[in-house]
């Protein structure tokens, strides 16, 4: 039986809700860059999102396992990527 390790996992993602907003997903950009991740989602769903920061800016990252696709949001500020990725936890975009 897998061992809980509670302070790895994220929230859960909550279901797209009734007229949610479409983010629009990008293929990864610029790589070379140090990326930090803020905050994430819990990897036991097949899809997790990740809060990311890098040169100033923020993005969300989205990782599809079963897919083996990896996009992002296009870059923008801090606390915008911030908002769009507590929309996305709330099923208010995606
Ligand atoms: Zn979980």
Do not use: N
């Not at 899809?47 to 890098?54: D, F, I, K, N, R």
């Amino acid at each position: 039986m897998a061992r809980e390790i509670p302070d790895f996992h994220g929230p859960h993602v909550a279901p797209p809700q009734p007229g949610h907003l479409v983010v629009a997903w990008y293929q990864p950009g610029r790589r070379a860059l140090r990326i930090r991740v803020v905050s994430w989602t819990c990897e036991c769903r097949p899809t997790t999102y990740e809060l990311c920061g890098a040169a100033g800016q923020g993005f969300v990252r989205r990782t599809d396992r079963d897919k083996r696709t990896v996009h992002e949001t296009s870059w923008t500020l801090t606390a915008a990527a911030g908002h769009t990725f507590e929309q996305i936890l709330r099923g208010e975009a995606q």
